[in-house]
């Protein structure tokens, strides 16, 4: 029996997979906080990377620097950008996974994206377009499509999102402060890439 999509998302903020029965090296060492904002209804889906320590706090995703840069490049308010009927943010691990010993966030936890992400996509029917944020959600995305690396990917955007399938895909870099010096080596994806995005989404939010 298939699940409404607001039971998959109460059965997914309850899960602690990555604590009580982690696959990949040892528990977590804080307590999950599952973090999903999505509706059947949703057209624009913002595939990222984890959440970070404000949004562990919060249980709200993007409520850091990260997410005014984000919704800079997206031309959205936070009214329009927090519309869970309107954008589905699915990140590839649900929880904070932690930090280095140099303060940057680790990878997204393993265990998550094959347990919840077939679900939480068909929970989503109505999806048109998916913004790939980072290297983690471009290899699931995009599997063999993917490019050499992130930048090459990224580059690429035009003949990823020219690609015939349903929903499409856009590849971004992630909007962190730590990627301000890979946005002024690369001045195409403001002048080149970001007009694009902002057409996409401007149609998708009508």
Known sequence: MTRSFNTLVADLRACRICRDAPRFGGPMPHEPRPI?????????????????????????????????????????????????????????????????????????????????????????????????????????HLGPERRRGLTETVRDFRTILAADRRPRILPLPHPSWRNSGWLKRHPWFEAELLPVLRAEVARLMG
């Not at 970070?52 to 249980?59: F, L, Q, V």
């Not at 031309?75 to 280095?100: K, N, W």
């Not at 992400?117 to 471009?138: C, D, H």
């Open 36 to 140: 999903i904002q999505g509706s059947p209804a949703a057209r624009l889906c913002i595939a990222s990377q984890a959440p970070g320590t404000r949004a562990h706090a919060s249980g709200i995703p993007f409520q850091d620097p990260s997410g005014v840069r984000l919704r800079d490049w997206l031309t959205l308010d936070e009214t329009a950008f927090y519309d869970a009927s309107r954008v589905a943010i699915v990140p590839m691990g649900h929880c904070f996974p932690g930090q280095d010993a140099q303060g940057g966030d680790l990878p997204p936890r393993r265990e998550c994206a094959p347990v919840w992400r077939e679900p939480v996509f068909a929970g989503l029917p109505n999806l048109e377009l998916i913004l790939a944020i980072g290297q983690y959600a471009q290899a699931w």
